[in-house]
Structures are given as structure tokens and as C-alpha cells.
């Protein structure tokens, strides 16, 4: 797929961004992402880095997710079904190239319809639905960190008066497995991250955060939730690691991978429990 080249060299905020200009990153110094940040934080520097420069195929867990907000949200990627159940013939493999080369999203029917049934859960969902009925989609800010210097950028999937919502899709809207999600995939980093960014772009000096929850599964049950303020703050001290270690690669440029030495290794306690000696 070609795209117009696009370069954002002033703070601010641009709406209407294509999701994949956004994605590539327009900044042509580079700029981390809250998403960039939290993989930073997994991994080493080197994989980071190779990973941003080339980044991985489309998986369908991330096509779906993709398709749901556009669904829900009302804007971003075309949603093309290619027909039939198997897409290991030649043919279906064209239609899926040809809607991936054009900017599109190809699902099969079945994973459209659990789409429309997620984005309908939603929409039947008092507090969901209010949320979503007044606001502007897909904000796409840009500002420079003041404490190190270096870009940076979020995605809001919704802004409204102060209040950024963010559509999540998964297993399970249970609290505890919330609990589980946000600790693994980092909710609480992100949370603190966007807030940074709408008051970096003057949109408002106190924003509020909320997540909106919503399960693959039929009956597609939903769960608004917020953070604590305990939680923010270590999504905070998370954000300023990453960002340290971002602002240092790009000061040495140097992205180092694991060790530069010889590492002496133990075995995992349980490892050596086994052992029995």
C-alpha cells in the first residue's frame, strides 16, 4: 500500500491522521509511542529497535481488535469480508493481499458478525453508549518531553470534554481478570501516558481516563472501568523508565541487546528443587 509521506515537526495535535501514517510514525526524529514505551520495557533495546523498523504481519487477534474499534468507533480501515471459510486457496490469499495493499482489514464473515455483535453489546450498554455519544475519535497527539527532549506521541480512541475512552477487547470483563490484563499488558502505563499527552497539547490540565471493556465471546458482555490513583502513579514511573532508556539510545545510538559480556546464570528455584540435593 502507498501512502502520502506525512511529517510531523511541530507539537500538536492531528486529527484525521491515517491509522498506518500514525503507525509508521511521522516524527523524523522518531518518537515513542505508549505501545513503543511498554514493548521497551519488555524487551531489550536492539529488538526494539529492529521491531519498530520492521514491523511484524497482521495476526487476526490484532485484526480483530483493529476492526472492533472501527466498528465501534466509526472510523479507520476499510472492513472487506472475503468469502468462503478456508483462506489457503490462491484465490482467497489474492482478495486478502489485495484488501491488505489498499489500507483494508479482511475477515471472514464469521469474524465480522462478532464484530457487529461486540460493537451492538456496546452500544446497548447505558454508560458505554453515553460515553461515546459526544466526541471526536482517533486524536493523534504529538509533543516533545520536557524533561529529556525526546517526541512523543499517543492515539486517543475517543476524546470528549476533558475525558479520553479507550475501547478494549477481551477474554473476559471479569474485575479480577481486568486486574490481570491491566498489570500484564501495561493498562495503567498507557493511562498515564495519554493523560501526559492531552495536557502537553493543551487540550485540558486535568484530564479524566476511562476503559471500556468488551468480551470476544458472546454474549459480548461489557465493563467500564478507572484506574486508582495508585495505579497511575506506577504507570508514571514505568513511562519515565522507558523514556530514559529511549532517550539514551537516541543520544548514543547505540540499541544494545542483552549483554555484552559473559552472564553467569542460576536455574529457577523450582529448577533446582527438583533436583533434590
Known amino acids: 500500500m502507498t501512502t502520502a509521506v506525512v511529517e510531523v515537526t511541530e507539537p500538536g495535535i492531528h486529527d484525521g491522521m491515517p491509522d498506518e501514517v500514525y503507525h509508521r510514525d ?24 529492529y521491531e519498530r523498523r520492521n514491523p511484524p504481519a497482521p495476526t487476526k487477534t490484532f485484526d480483530i481488535g483493529h476492526a472492533a474499534h472501527q466498528m465501534i468507533l466509526g472510523t479507520g480501515p ?26 483494508g482489514i479482511p475477515l471472514k464473515q464469521a469474524d465480522m458478525d462478532q464484530i457487529r455483535a461486540m460493537a451492538d453489546a456496546i452500544l446497548a450498554d447505558p454508560l458505554a453508549a453515553a460515553m461515546l ?36 477487547t477481551c477474554e473476559s470483563a471479569d474485575e479480577e481478570a481486568i486486574r490481570r490484563d491491566a498489570a500484564r499488558y501495561g493498562y495503567h502505563a498507557q493511562d498515564e501516558w495519554y493523560r501526559e499527552g492531552v495536557r ?18 458472546a454474549p459480548h458482555l461489557t465493563h467500564v ?26 543520544r548514543t545510538g547505540v540499541w544494545p541487546g542483552y549483554a555484552s559480556d559473559i552472564t553467569t546464570i542460576s536455574l529457577p528455584p523450582y529448577a533446582l528443587r527438583a533436583l533434590e540435593f
Not at 472492513?79 to 489485495?98: C, S
Not at 502537553?200 to 468488551?214: H, Y
Request: hydrophobic share 40%; glycine share 8%.
Open 26 to 49: 511521522p516524527v523524523p526524529a522518531g518518537s515513542l509511542s505508549s505501545s513503543g514505551a511498554r514493548r521497551l520495557l519488555k524487551t531489550c533495546p536492539a529488538k526494539f529497535d
Open 133 to 168: 455519544s459526544v466526541g471526536e475519535p482517533e486524536r493523534s497527539l504529538f509533543w516533545v518531553d520536557e524533561r529529556t527532549g525526546i517526541w512523543r506521541r499517543a492515539r486517543l480512541d475517543w476524546y470528549r470534554d476533558g475525558h479520553i475512552v479507550d475501547l478494549k
Open 225 to 250: 472501568v478507572q484506574l486508582g490513583p495508585d495505579e497511575i502513579a506506577a504507570g508514571r514511573h514505568l513511562n519515565n523508565k522507558a523514556i530514559d532508556r529511549f532517550a539514551e539510545c537516541q
Open 200 to 217: 502537553a497539547v493543551g487540550l485540558c490540565p486535568d484530564p479524566s481516563f476511562t476503559f471500556i471493556f468488551v468480551e470476544k465471546a
Open 78 to 103: 476499510e472492513l472487506v469480508v472475503v468469502p468462503g471459510a478456508r483462506w489457503d486457496t490462491n484465490d482467497a490469499k489474492a482478495q486478502v493481499a489485495a484488501v491488505r495493499e489498499r489500507g
